[in-house]
């Protein structure tokens, strides 16, 4: 299935403005399910990377606050990154474009994670060019509250892979994650 603007558009009416800022589950945390693993905003940083230990999870820290992540399903590989501020969880995010998902599935199952943790708040949409000498692309950010789904294509002129083999990422994510320096 060919995803066109207009439909993606015709979705993104349907599904955001349903949902509330800050959603958060039942226990009253805004959390993200890394495959069997389960974490949250303000989560502290040692009983994450515990949880993810104790479920097989590779973890790899990647500079101060980034922690990668990466397991191993029947399906597939997966990988996350989580970033902590003060010693405590602050984003997170999963990859929808996995499991042989195509691209226009990832779309709809991600934005249907987003719809699920609804309330009756609203949700803002925006589209964030990008253009550098070494990378060109376009994000599309679906953003309700402290969650949010970021959909991109992204050309790198490096050795280093951004999303699938397209340049496509579809990511589901909780927190907040500040630019680069």
């Not at 922690?67 to 984003?91: I, P, T």
């Amino acid at each position: 299935m060919k995803l066109t603007p207009i439909w993606l558009l015709l979705v993104l009416l349907v599904v955001c403005p349903q949902t509330e800022p800050g959603q958060v589950s039942g226990s009253g945390r805004v959390s993200l399910k890394l495959g069997t693993v389960t974490v949250w905003l303000g989560m502290p940083k040692d009983e994450a990377l515990r949880r993810l230990s104790d479920a097989g999870y590779l973890t790899a820290p990647s500079g101060n606050a980034v922690v990668m992540v990466a397991w191993r399903d029947m399906q597939s590989d997966h990988g996350s990154m989580l970033r902590f501020e003060k010693g405590r969880l602050n984003y997170a995010d999963v990859s929808w474009l996995e499991n042989g998902r195509s691209e226009g599935e990832a779309v709809l199952e991600a934005l249907g994670a987003l719809s699920q943790k609804k309330g009756s708040g609203t949700c803002d949409v925006d589209y964030a060019p990008l253009s550098s000498p070494d990378m060109a692309g376009s994000r599309v950010i679906i953003s309700c509250g402290l969650r949010s789904v970021l959909i991109s294509k992204v050309r790198v002129q490096s050795d280093i892979q951004v999303g699938n083999e397209n340049g496509i990422q579809v990511l589901e994510r909780i927190g907040y994650l500040p630019p680069a320096d």
